[in-house]
């Protein structure tokens, strides 16, 4: 599965990929046929308008024909899709997109409720919180069915749509289908696998897809030139358009279980965390971090170490701390902000490296002997859980050790806790458990190779 930090960066105005590719490889596959069977409410988000057209315009379509209860949600009006237009402003734009979305839900679900939030176009990373916000004022239940961008889908927009109807789902029991939309333009059909591609075909009738294309050409502003001048260009171009033409929808089908958090924290979780705090988990202020933090250099097996990697490193307060005893650390974090304190924080430390990093996607292509996993394993949902420690083990150079350390209590945004991560550890058969250290709030766990003696006997005391 493609995660949002291996989406690669596209520009719409290159060269796709070619309908009749997808159509070969999709029809080698079998995807599962479903139906709205059970569902009494439809939840469609959209980034921008169009986007509901495109992914779920027949899906509404037959909704709406069977008296199903629907509700549209827009985050943005897509002001910014002409970013260099010479003839028409940003607010020239929202205006004209507004109309055309509501003239293309009177071709396919005229009676469904309609919102538009007025989110930024292209900042909607920044408002996660307020978008997740505003959507848990809907019900959902199990027999509600939520419809959104798909989070690989490349767009930073789709992304963080995605990730607030996982948000809206969570625990509710209702189904959530992710529609791609820029995943069409540019992914390779030959380099994605069977498991890859998406779960779910909505197959449209005759009348569904007569009702799609009509929404779908209400979007005059993407699909044709906004004028013959340089930065007017459509959007969505007849090739691109092809995509959503096809005579049913693909989705990407989850049904999360009561209680599951669906999905890693996104980076703008942590930009907007940060926010104006400097130090919001309290490293530089608390005795509870900095014992915890002696505690963590005590249980470091050696006195010395060649090359340490500490991904989510924040302000740079154990950075430091490492610095001292290894000839080289690469630290990480996911946003900007702690990043630069922590530059600041070292200053021209000898062998330190800062990176900006989303593990475990970005994990660094390098050998360490030391990996210190410091209150990160919890931002992930299982499956990144279970990709980031194979890839500190894979990473764990001979004589290597990984470090844990985690708080035990539920967060609420968390997908996991701190157990569930040492868990995880304990569970890999290439490691074993050098030192452990267990307390009501949190736990410390050190894991070795079978090439890593204990220190006594390193020392040569047995």
Not at 51 to 79: F, K, N, P, Y
Not at 255 to 277: H, I, K, N, T, W
Not at 442 to 448: G, H, S
Request: aromatic share 8%; proline share 7%; hydrophobic share 45%.
């Amino acid at each position: 599965m493609v995660t949002p930090a291996q989406a690669p960066r596209f520009d719409h105005r290159d060269a796709g990929t070619d309908e009749l590719v997808w159509d070969v490889r999709l029809d080698a596959e079998a995807a599962s046929i479903v139906n709205l069977a059970g569902v009494s409410r439809l939840i469609v988000l959209a980034a921008h308008p169009d986007d509901e057209s495109l992914g779920a315009g027949g899906l509404l379509a037959a909704a709406s024909s069977a008296g199903i209860e629907i509700h549209v949600w827009v985050a943005t009006l897509g002001e910014a899709s002409h970013p260099g237009s010479p003839t028409h402003e940003p607010a020239d734009l929202a205006r004209i997109r507004r109309r055309e979305l509501y003239a293309a839900l009177g071709e396919v679900a005229p009676r469904a409720s309609v919102r538009i939030l007025g989110l930024p176009d292209g900042g909607l990373e920044r408002h996660l919180s307020a978008l997740t916000r505003d959507l848990h004022t809907l019900t959902c239940d199990a027999a509600t069915l939520v419809v959104a961008p798909w989070r690989g889908d490349g767009h930073p927009d789709h992304q963080a749509a995605g990730h607030a109807a996982a948000a809206l789902v969570s625990g509710t029991g209702a189904r959530l289908w992710e529609y791609p939309i820029w995943w069409w333009h540019w992914a390779i059909p030959s380099q994605v696998e069977a498991a890859d591609l998406p779960t779910a075909k909505f197959v449209l009738g005759p009348d569904e897809l007569r009702k799609k294309r009509a929404a779908m050409r209400a979007h005059v502003s993407q699909l044709l030139p906004l004028s013959p001048a340089a930065g007017d260009e459509c959007i969505v171009p007849p090739d691109f358009a092809a995509h959503f033409d096809r005579p049913y929808e693909s989705y990407f089908e989850s049904a999360p279980a009561p209680g599951l958090q669906v999905g890693s924290l996104p980076r703008a979780f942590f930009d907007e965390f940060y926010g104006d705090r400097a130090d919001p988990w309290g490293f530089e202020t608390r005795w509870y971090e900095a014992r915890k933090r002696a505690l963590t250099l005590a249980a470091l097996p050696r006195k010395r170490f060649a090359a340490a990697f500490e991904p989510g490193c924040s302000i740079g307060v154990l950075t430091a701390e490492l610095a001292a005893r290894c000839d080289t650390v690469l630290a990480t974090d996911i946003a900007e902000k702690p990043l630069s304190a922590a530059r600041q924080r070292l200053g021209d430390a000898l062998g330190v490296r800062f990176e900006q990093r989303a593990v475990p996607a970005e994990w660094p292509e390098a050998l360490f002997d030391l990996i210190v996993l410091s209150e990160i394993g919890y931002y992930c949902d299982t499956p990144d859980l279970a990709l980031l420690i194979s890839r500190a083990v894979s990473s764990l150079a001979p004589g290597g050790v990984i470090l844990a350390c985690h708080w035990r209590h539920p967060v609420a945004d968390y997908p996991l806790r701190g157990d569930d991560v040492h868990a995880a550890l304990r569970e890999r058969s290439e490691l074993s458990v050098l030192a452990s250290h267990v307390e009501e709030d949190f736990l410390l766990d050190v894991f070795a190779g079978p090439d890593v003696a204990s220190v006594a006997r390193s020392e040569g005391l047995l």
